[in-house]
């Protein structure tokens, strides 16, 4: 018998699978391709490292701390934007996603045209509504909250739709048997079912929703993102430690909250399906 | 409360609902003269991505691995590259390409080092969660051949969770297309910066034949990642 090298995948060969291989090699000429349109230069990207080093070093100056009240200011309009956005996406993306569930629409052209709807609604990101909400209602937070609503919006309804299309049917003919009408079997019989999953998914979106609306102000439309970009043109490299910190801090708050509630609302489902 | 301290009013909105039609009727004709440049800067933008998307990969693949707590080497290591990672994903993308712009000078690169470096951290958390939900039995098995961490990693890990791992980072590839779309608004090349543009000059002919290709680009990717990811599955 020939010696076993350690080397090998736990393939018939000791080869990774042909499929993968050919990808990569694919992926290689791709990169190899469209390296000069992306100017990645390693040579350049190394010469580099001494410019970026020296850049670092110009923001590791002592923090601006009379920007703090301002910068907590500029937060909280962020976190505001967030809820705001987030609130009037979930009024509108409720009644949507009943429509865009196939076991709860009313026909299915309503269905696939709700769908249609949706998937068009999130496919630019917000940044893009928000330049055209900026050129269309002026700058301030309100186009912001728009973006954000509108995104939203696509992407709620979606997860909405998803998470009342896996209902248990039993309890939803039961309802109907007692001769509920048309909304009271989406309102008592669906809804109620689909909730757990709708607030994780509402968790979700409140994350990725803070961490758009933390970019907004780059176009003007309210937040911590004016900021950003204002120091950086404004060369007060001295404030962006502070924002970076900032953002990083309300962000990570934000995802251990929605961990935590996350887990609770799972544990909870369970121990009450295992009481019942 | 909220909304009074947005000093946001509703009523102008509602007031204003005519002139936001009329403004959105100058979006009507889009005007498709320039579409080989448009296309040309799509192109950058989804070279961008695939370039943002391969940095992300090689640090993900490298500190995935140390930040499942089953494979690490030691708990210093598995706190340090579970908050590296954190501290990456809790960085905007856009603030990191205003950074690299900064420093790198304008262009794609810099927009590619801020998607990699901000979605590594995505990557690299969901690299680590499917490998911490590895068959231990699987691990038990190479483990008992005296396979040391490397091998371990290369041989009980990434085979184990191979689809997954493929389907996440097609996953973040199709982010990555749409982020890229917008970095060009910081000067990180691709197809924002003449959207940002054409909205500045207030040709919404052009503007409106812009946000046409992005969408059809990004229907389009969102598609074949979907397909792809299905064959996967």
Redesign the interface.
């Known amino acids: 018998m020939t010696p076993v090298s350690t080397w090998r995948w736990p393939t018939p060969n000791g080869l990774p699978p042909r499929s993968l291989i050919i990808s990569a090699l694919v992926l290689l000429c791709a990169l190899w391709l469209t390296a000069p349109i992306v100017e990645v230069d390693f040579v350049r990207l190394f010469g580099s490292i001494g410019k970026m080093a020296k850049f670092a070093g110009q923001m590791y100056v002592t923090p601006d701390w009379h920007y703090v009240p301002q910068l907590l200011r500029k937060m909280l309009e962020t976190i505001e934007m967030t809820v705001l956005g987030t609130a009037i996406a979930i009024v509108i993306s409720l009644p949507l996603g009943i429509l865009a569930a196939h076991n709860a629409t009313p026909h299915l052209f309503v269905y696939r045209l709700t769908r249609d709807l949706l998937s068009l609604m999130r496919a630019l990101p917000e940044l893009v509504w928000a330049l055209v909400f900026v050129s269309a209602v002026g700058l301030g937070p309100l186009p912001g909250v728009m973006a954000l609503a509108f995104v939203t919006v696509g992407f709620m309804g979606k997860f909405f739709a998803e998470s009342i299309e896996v209902v248990d049917p039993k309890a939803v003919e039961g309802v109907r048997a007692h001769g509920a009408g048309w909304l009271q079997v989406r309102l008592f019989a669906m809804l109620p079912q689909a909730l757990p999953d709708i607030v994780g998914s509402v968790m979700y979106i409140l994350d990725h929703n803070l961490r758009a609306a933390a970019i907004l102000g780059l176009v003007g439309a309210g937040g911590i993102g004016y900021d950003m970009v204002m120091s950086m043109r404004m060369f007060q490299y001295d404030r962006i430690p502070l924002i970076a910190l900032s953002i990083y801090l309300v962000v990570t708050a934000l995802d251990r909250a929605s961990d935590y509630l996350r887990s609770r609302i799972i544990h909870g489902s369970r121990k009450s399906t295992f009481a019942t | 409360m ?2 009074r ?4 009013s509703f009523e102008s ?1 509602a007031y ?1 609902v005519a002139d ?1 039609g009329e ?2 009727s100058r979006y009507g004709q889009p005007d498709f003269t320039n579409l080989s440049r448009y296309l040309a800067l799509m ?2 933008t989804l ?2 991505a ?2 943002g998307t ?1 940095f992300a990969f090689l640090v993900a693949f490298s500190l995935g691995p140390l930040a499942a707590r089953n494979f690490a080497p030691n708990p210093v290591v598995y706190r340090v590259a579970r908050e590296t990672l ?2 990456m ?7 990191l390409a ?2 690299f712009v ?3 000078g304008l ?3 810099p927009g ?1 080092l801020a998607l990699g470096v901000h979605t590594a951290g995505f990557l690299g958390k969901f690299f680590a969660e499917s490998l911490e939900r590895v068959d231990k039995n699987v691990c038990e098995g190479v483990q008992s ?1 005296g ?1 040391n961490f490397l ?1 371990m990693v ?2 009980a890990g990434w ?1 184990s969770i ?1 689809r997954e791992a493929l389907g996440y980072t097609l996953y973040i590839m199709d982010r990555n297309v ?2 890229a ?2 970095l060009g ?2 000067g990180a ?1 691709g197809i ?1 910066m003449a ?2 543009t054409t ?1 500045r000059l ?1 040709e919404y002919g052009q ?1 409106a034949a812009l ?1 046409l290709v ?2 059809a680009t ?2 389009i990717i ?1 598609y074949a990642s979907a397909w792809l990811r299905r064959r996967l599955g």
């Open positions: 909220i909304v301290d947005l000093d946001i909105l204003g936001i403004y959105f192109g950058i070279a961008t695939l370039w391969v954190n501290f994903r809790a960085m905007p993308d856009l603030m205003l950074i900064a420093a790198l262009g794609p690169l590619a051949t396979a091998q290369m041989y085979p191979l749409r982020m779309s917008v608004l910081v090349g924002g959207l940002h909205l207030f503007s946000i992005i969408l990004i229907l969102d």
